[in-house]
């Protein structure tokens, strides 16, 4: 059942992904939570979602399209770069205590802008981590790390959230997007831009 993991970057990018996940699990339990303390409003909590996931929606096609046609490792950097960035954005804000809401959903919309480039380009690198015969695994796997982050990243974000305040949720989510640029970095089997694709062809 874990024959994926003997591959040794798809456990660096199983590893890295699950921590992420559970990042940005902790950083959705706090924007809700931040958004209802501010608001009292269930509207605004589905606006934040919507957001985020409208972003990720309507550019998913040109995500796949950039993923395609330029140097995925260099995209993973940057992009996972990016969502650092933003949550870091976040935890400066939590911390001066100049967080609203329209920023909380701007930062949403943004970082699912981000992840519009991202989903595509880590998801074509499975087949080139672990070969065809163990892809099946390794979607599974990847299945398995996702719904076990869902349960654990709202646990730890509601724990953060209580001893430490909303700055640390996005804090740690930022740094968990850095664990996942050092495993793109560390990875050593990244399929190559067809030649056919290059310059946009």
Known sequence: MIESLRHRDFRLL???????????????????????????????????????????????????????????????????????????GL????VAHLVHVWHIIAF???????????????????????????????????SLQFNVSRAVGPILGGIALVHFGAASSFGLNGLSFLVMCGAFLFIRTVPPVPPTKLGWA
């Open 108 to 142: 949403s919309a943004l970082s699912g802008a981000v992840q519009a480039a991202m989903i595509p380009a880590s998801n074509s690198l499975l087949p080139a981590l672990v070969g065809k015969g163990d892809v099946r695994n390794a979607i599974a796997l990847n």
């Open 14 to 88: 199983w590893v890295a992904t699950f921590i992420s996940n559970a990042g940005s699990w902790m950083q959705k339990i706090t924007t809700a939570w931040l958004i209802y303390e501010m608001t009292h409003s269930k509207a605004w909590l589905g606006t934040d979602a919507f957001a985020s996931g409208i972003t990720t929606v309507l550019l998913l096609p040109v995500g796949g399209v950039i993923a395609d046609r330029v140097d995925r490792r260099r995209l993973l950097v940057i992009t996972n770069i990016l969502c650092a960035i933003l949550a870091f």
């Open 91 to 94: 935890a400066v804000l939590a």
